[in-house]
């Protein structure tokens, strides 16, 4: 974490929602990555999901965040991306303790994202490029986590206005800020 001396902050931080709102390029999308794959790693059996407005960018995560943690760190690529039951697709991925990380879209319906639903103590639900998700979607696929134990809610984007649901989510929350 050399050089991002904010991080370790969030990354340590015991709250329940996690709202980050920065400018583009400052590592959100592989914080979030990072995130997810610790979780899966610490928690046996527990399932992550993470959310983007659109196919494409659910894609994109896949592959150029999820996969540098995957395959490219040594240690989570030997001891949990290896072996029987691991499994490797564009938006499903399995570490062989049997946890599961999976992406899906939702822009402007929760439908894509059936079946899906987090599990194990302390498991995320995140959102990535929260800003172009639409408001009404957001309390639907929060819904995904109503079975887990302690549930985590991670929003990620980059505000593009002050009038809009980023904006109110902000207005709600401690404030904390991180530089």
Request: charged letters at 20%; glycine letters at 8%.
């Amino acid at each position: 974490l050399s050089g991002y001396n904010y991080l370790p902050r969030i990354y340590d931080s015991p709250a329940r929602e996690i709202a980050l709102f920065t400018a583009r390029q400052v590592g959100k999308s592989t914080s979030l990555a990072s995130l997810l794959v610790q979780q899966a790693v610490r928690t046996p059996g527990s399932s992550q999901v993470c959310v983007t407005p659109l196919q494409d960018q659910a894609y994109v995560f896949s592959t150029s965040r999820l996969r540098d943690f995957l395959h490219e760190s040594p240690l989570v690529h030997r001891l949990y991306f290896q072996g029987a039951g691991v499994i490797d697709q564009m938006l499903r991925k399995q570490l062989n303790n049997g946890s599961l990380i999976s992406l899906g879209y939702a822009q402007r319906t929760a439908d894509r994202l059936r079946g899906r639903s987090i599990r194990g103590k302390g498991s995320y639900l995140v959102f990535d490029e929260f800003q172009d998700i639409l408001p009404e979607v957001i309390p639907v696929v929060r819904e995904m986590g109503f079975r887990a134990e302690a549930p985590r809610y991670l929003m990620a984007g980059t505000p593009k206005s002050f009038s809009n649901h980023m904006e109110k989510t902000r207005r709600k929350s401690t404030g904390c800020e991180w530089a």
